[in-house]
């Protein structure tokens, strides 16, 4: 980043980097203009209007920190400290402002612990079944493959710094599957783009193994018995009814990549967040198991490399600081704002996230939020729909304005990030926000008067063997290291080959489903927006529109007299969102996707597609269940 006089004034990807490589996403790379945004929030501000309202006041840093100890102190002594809830999720990546400070705060207050499942629990779950840990193939070695299969992963979108690593197998000769309900910007630049129908990936995934078992193209030394009764129940013809594949493309897949050598999957999120998620995830991992491409260079599979960040977060978050709690899922906030007792919330803090935009079955959400009786304190950097409902929001900084440690979940390199630039106003990091809470608390553990470097020397005190040798010395020196992970990462681990829990059953909420009437024909997906991450970027006008857009099929826009451009409701037993039509070959029949995560305040009525979305969770994981919502699309009445 260049620094001028104290203000950035270019921001870029660092060069040397073995996988960034200099270059960075379409989101980040306007990052500078979030950084010196106007709408900033540079000052503590306490609630003067209704909830929701956005009316608030300039008050102190003493002020606002001593109102909140108060008030957690009387909501923990009248319902007991289980009635406060945290509520966090990837506002930021980073280790200590993330799940530092805070979690020792929240643990030893003894308040509810959160069960951080809405993006990638399912999945993590999947692979942690079938094999234990969560490693894959690391993106640089992807150039090796000969067939890369990219499964529910708009690459381009959300994974940019794979692409070059896909471009340079495919100028060595590989072939490139997509698939994927939607025309995602990968899916158009592919040699294959299939699109099964939403949430049914475990069909496909037993489709293709029962083509592999039947013609005997596995290379397997494992037990496949039961793996291989399953899959026989699952032929091309009976897949192509749930899925909405050929069957002769089911076929040629299966033959294709047990054939091909190496390959490598790209599955991604967008595979878990149905209610059969989880399970799919195992069943598609389970693949280069079958075939062998878990021993070569170039094959496998990545969902997360996640798991070879063995950090000593126990010393970070300090979970034996108080007495266990109850833990609360949440994908089901609306429930546990509404519905849950014993104690009820009587208190909520938001950090790293904005869940009135983003949780699913937003209007019981909402209707939560809205409660009086619930002290709310929301720690954000621009004002937000949640930042609305609270009684005192405090300002923070961004990632350039305070020091962290980052994992990675799409590689293998760990980094260190001081500050680059001072924070605007009086913004402070979540680090030193629940210091400050602690101390007026009264907390005397020395642990909160731990620095940011005590808190990164104790996350690397680990005995794990992917980080010997990586110190805080190192890392100012070298700023990103690479783990000590081997090139072949999964070969030879050991691997649950049993079949009995992969067994489909169509999702709820799908035309296949148990409980189909017809009355929502549409299955409807709310994907990542090419040019937002989340709710990040939900103050820009054109991140507004990008988002404010439902994507038809023409065959569905004509059966309903919806032409391109036009006003449409879309609509389910849970709500209405008013957005606009984008009539095109965006994705297959019968789907109709709404890109997320538009911020509620700049639409009509004050809701985004995630009113329309339940709070059904996965199979496994308890994640959310974004991409299996069944509605109906009609022309507004102007």
């Known amino acids: 980043m260049t620094v001028e006089d104290g203000h950035a004034t270019k921001l870029r990807g660092n060069p040397a980097h073995p996988v960034t490589r200099g270059f960075l996403c379409a989101k980040v790379a306007q990052y500078l203009e979030r950084e010196y945004h106007p709408a900033r929030l540079t000052h503590p501000l306490r609630r003067t209007g209704a909830k929701g309202s956005g009316q608030f006041e300039r008050i102190s840093w003493d002020s606002a920190v001593n109102e909140i100890a108060e008030r957690l102190r009387a909501?923990?002594?009248?319902?007991?400290?289980?009635?406060?809830?945290?509520?966090?999720?990837?506002?930021?990546?980073?280790?200590?402002?993330?799940?530092?400070?805070?979690?020792?705060?929240?643990?030893?207050?003894?308040?509810?612990?959160?069960?951080?499942?809405?993006?990638?629990?399912?999945?993590?779950?999947?692979?942690?079944?079938a094999y234990g840990v969560r490693l894959g193939t690391a993106p640089e070695h992807?150039?090796?493959?000969?067939?890369?299969?990219?499964?529910?992963?708009?690459?381009?979108?959300?994974?940019?710094h794979l692409w070059p690593f896909i471009l340079e197998a495919r100028r060595q000769g590989a072939r490139l599957v997509v698939i994927d309900p939607v025309v995602t910007k990968i899916a158009s630049l592919a040699d294959l783009h299939l699109k099964p129908y939403p949430?049914?990936?475990?069909?496909?995934?037993?489709?293709?193994?029962?083509?592999?078992?039947?013609?005997?193209?596995?290379?397997?030394?494992?037990?496949?018995?039961?793996?291989?009764?399953?899959?026989?129940?699952?032929?091309?013809?009976?897949?192509?009814?749930?899925?909405?594949?050929?069957?002769?493309?089911?076929?040629?897949?299966?033959?294709?990549?047990?054939?091909?050598?190496?390959?490598?999957?790209?599955?991604?999120?967008?595979?878990?967040?149905?209610?059969?998620?989880?399970?799919?995830?195992?069943?598609?991992?389970?693949?280069?198991?079958l075939t062998g491409n878990w021993d070569e260079l170039g094959g496998g599979l990545?969902?997360?490399?996640?798991?070879?960040?063995?950090?000593?977060?126990?010393?970070?978050?300090r979970p034996d600081l108080g007495p266990p709690a109850r833990t609360i899922n949440m994908s089901l906030l609306g429930q546990a704002l509404t519905a849950t007792d014993d104690p009820p919330v009587k208190a909520l803090v938001v950090y790293n996230s904005n869940p009135a935009a983003v949780a699913p079955n937003q209007n019981l959400v909402l209707r939560g939020l809205?409660?009086?009786?619930?002290?709310?304190?929301?720690?954000?950097?621009?004002?937000?729909?949640?930042?609305?409902?609270?009684?005192?929001?405090?300002?923070?900084?961004?990632?350039?304005?305070?020091?962290?440690?980052?994992?990675?979940?799409?590689?293998?390199?760990?980094?260190?990030?001081?500050?680059?630039?001072a924070p605007p106003g009086e913004a402070k990091p979540n680090s030193e926000i629940f210091r400050l809470l602690a101390n007026a608390m009264g907390f005397q553990d020395a642990c909160f008067h731990d620095t940011s470097d005590d808190m990164i020397r104790q996350l690397l005190a680990t005995p794990s063997p992917f980080l010997a040798g990586i110190t805080l010395e190192r890392?100012?020196?070298?700023?990103?290291?690479?783990?000590?992970v081997p090139d072949l990462p999964m070969a030879g681990r050991p691997v649950d080959l049993s079949g009995e829990p992969l067994a489909y059953v169509?999702?709820?909420?799908?035309?296949?489903?148990?409980?189909?009437?017809?009355?929502?024909?549409?299955?409807?997906?709310?994907?990542?927006?090419?040019?937002?991450?989340?709710?990040?970027?939900?103050?820009?006008?054109?991140?507004?529109?990008?988002?404010?857009?439902?994507?038809?099929?023409?065959?569905?826009?004509?059966?309903r007299g919806i032409v391109d451009g036009a006003a449409v409701e879309v609509f389910n037993s849970r709500g209405a969102v008013r957005l606009t039509a984008r009539v095109g070959d965006f994705v297959r029949p019968g789907v109709v996707r709404a890109p997320m995560v538009r911020w509620p305040g700049r639409s009509p009525g004050g809701r985004n597609v995630n009113a329309l979305i339940s709070d059904r969770t996965t199979d496994i994981g308890g994640g959310a269940t974004f991409y299996n919502c069944l509605v109906e699309v009609r022309p507004c009445a102007e």
């Not at 024909?521 to 988002?547: C, I």
Request: hydrophobic residues 40%; negative net charge.
């Open 75 to 129: 909501v923990a002594s009248e319902y007991g400290p289980e009635s406060i809830l945290p509520y966090s999720y990837g506002g930021t990546l980073g280790y200590l402002q993330g799940r530092g400070m805070d979690r020792r705060f929240f643990h030893r207050l003894g308040a509810s612990r959160l069960d951080r499942t809405i993006c990638a629990t399912a999945g993590a779950a999947g692979l942690m079944e």
């Open 142 to 160: 992807f150039v090796h493959a000969r067939l890369i299969v990219v499964w529910g992963a708009n690459v381009l979108t959300t994974n940019v």
């Open 199 to 289: 949430g049914s990936d475990l069909a496909l995934a037993l489709g293709l193994m029962h083509v592999i078992f039947r013609d005997g193209l596995e290379k397997c030394a494992g037990d496949t018995a039961t793996l291989r009764v399953r899959a026989a129940e699952y032929p091309p013809e009976r897949v192509e009814q749930l899925t909405g594949i050929a069957a002769a493309a089911i076929e040629d897949l299966a033959r294709e990549y047990a054939t091909i050598r190496p390959a490598v999957i790209r599955v991604n999120y967008g595979v878990q967040r149905s209610e059969r998620g989880g399970r799919a995830v195992r069943a598609i991992s389970l693949l280069p198991a």
């Open 302 to 317: 990545q969902l997360t490399t996640s798991g070879a960040f063995d950090l000593n977060t126990d010393a970070l978050e």
């Open 370 to 421: 809205a409660r009086e009786d619930l002290f709310t304190v929301v720690l954000e950097q621009f004002h937000t729909g949640t930042a609305s409902y609270a009684d005192i929001v405090l300002p923070v900084t961004t990632f350039l304005e305070h020091t962290d440690l980052y994992f990675a979940y799409g590689h293998y390199h760990i980094q260190l990030a001081r500050p680059a630039v």
């Open 475 to 484: 890392l100012e020196r070298e700023h990103s290291i690479r783990l000590h």
């Open 506 to 559: 169509p999702p709820v909420e799908s035309r296949h489903g148990a409980d189909y009437s017809g009355q929502y024909p549409l299955e409807m997906v709310s994907s990542k927006n090419h040019d937002s991450m989340n709710s990040s970027f939900g103050y820009r006008d054109d991140v507004d529109a990008q988002t404010a857009v439902a994507e038809l099929h023409p065959a569905d826009a004509a059966a």
